[in-house]
């Protein structure tokens, strides 16, 4: 696992909390975690709303963590525990590196 990591390129393996609003620490906002091997892409249908179901309903479309795996073993495994995590574990997990929430979009496409 690195980070932050060449992501986006195919191969890649993340396991992606992303959220909805700016402020999810104040109580509000909707977490998604996901596994996918190509996270710019994945990000970006999230954002254009271009997969039906969670992400859709609920609008969301910001990345605000990721992490890289090399396995994709090890990438699913993660995702599980994060998923049975509770929420206030997973806000601190992602205000480890990402304080103020900023959407790290431009940082896999840049």
Known sequence: ???PAKAGHPGDTC???ITSTSSPAK???TLYIGVTN???RRVTEHREGLVPGFTKT???TRLVYYEIFEDIHLAIA???RLK???RQWKI???QTRNVYWDDLYETING
């Open 1 to 3: 696992m690195s980070w």
């Open 15 to 17: 396991p992606a909390p």
């Open 27 to 29: 109580g509000n906002g």
């Open 38 to 40: 190509n996270l710019a």
């Open 58 to 60: 609920y609008a969301v």
């Open 78 to 80: 993660r995702e599980t």
């Open 84 to 86: 049975k995590w509770n």
């Open 92 to 94: 601190d997990l992602i």
